[in-house]
Each structure stands twice: as C-alpha cells, then as structure tokens.
C-alpha cells in the first residue's frame, strides 16, 4: 500500500515549471513595458510644460499707456513699492471710474479678487484697505510678455480666456485692495520678471523705488483716426 502524495511525472512537472517560467517572464514584460510607457508620457508632458518656459522672451510688444488716448497722467512710485512697478494718476479731472485699457493685444489669464476688496469707494474714500490688489486683470501678450492692473473699481469687464485688442476697456480705476487712494498700479512682465515699462516704444522712466518721484506721460493708445 503507497502512502504519502502521488509521484507527478517527470514530464508533466516540467512542463508546469517552463509555463510558470513563461508567465513570469509575461508578466515581467508587461510591468516593463508600462513603466517604459508612464516613463515615456512623463518626459513628453515635461517637454511640453518645460520647454516653452525656457524658450527666449519674444520682441517687447509695442504697448501703450493703459488710459485714454491723448490723456496725460503721472506716473510714480515710492520707497517700498517694489523696482518697476508704476502708479498712475490723472493729472485732470476725476480719477474713480475712469476707463482702464488694455496696453497691448492678448489674452485674458486672470480677471478677479487679489486679496481682499477693503471698503474704499467714490462714497466712502476713506473707508478701510484690503490686502493686495483687489480687483485685477492679467493679460499674456504672447512671447513670454505680460500685463497686469491693479486697483479697479468693480468686477474687471473682461473673463479669462476672453481675447481683447489694444485700447480695449477692461475696467475702471478705483482703490480696492491695499490702496489709499484711486489709482491704478500697473507692470510689465517678461517671463515671469518685472521690468520696466516702456510705451509707445520708449522706456516710462519708473525703474527703483530708493525715493518718491514721479514724471509725466501722455497716452498713444488711440484707434485709428484717433491720433
């Protein structure tokens, strides 16, 4: 009488250990060939977010005061308001309200709350700061080159992803945010670095702010038949 388990056959015990073989060599194949795959989607999503960022800034665009055409404004700055970054003020009439305009063609990548709105208004100049810029838009002019403004009155008149042309209004001057009075703060940014403003092609004069000062400018941003 045998005890114990049954003898396998050579032959048959063989023949399971070369299948298991194979599947572990398939399963093997398989996990290697989908981290070669996630491996491969990681470099080209990388490439396609690293590579434009470290493309060259294209040519300044020809941008334009962001106010009415033929208006004159100050432009200023002032310890702590960080180099190259501009404020501007109507030299005339009344500044809550007035028309903000886009400096140059682009599209829309921001239009809404930076910080906090505070309780300034045309009723109440006096009422309390925010924190930041309020109300605000962003705008990409392509190249690695954009715009921002800062301070407006109400809800921005433009969404994001919405193109807009040169002159076009995006917003009124106003004084949310961190601000003491109606104003616009306005940059220029070359791939993600603030540099001076230049319209209509020459340079805004407002590069440090070691002291207050300020100088005068007048707007070219006109439609055509306007200049």
Known sequence: MTTGHPTIPRSRSRKGSRRRVRNRTARRAILLGAGAAVVAVAV???AVVVVPLLRPPGPRPLFQLPVACGETWQLGTYPGHDDYDVDLFP????????????SYAGTVTVAGINGSLGGRT????NGPRGRGGGYWVKIDHGGRWETQYLHLLEPPL????????QGEQIGRLGSTGNSGAPHLHYEQRRGWEKVESHFDGEPSGITHDDTEYTVRRTSNNCAPGQR
């Open 44 to 46: 080209v999503v990388f």
């Open 91 to 102: 030299t005339e009439g009344e500044a809550w309200g007035r028309p903000v305009l886009a």
């Open 122 to 125: 045309p009723d109440n100049p």
């Open 158 to 165: 433009v969404r994001e992803g919405q193109r807009v042309a």
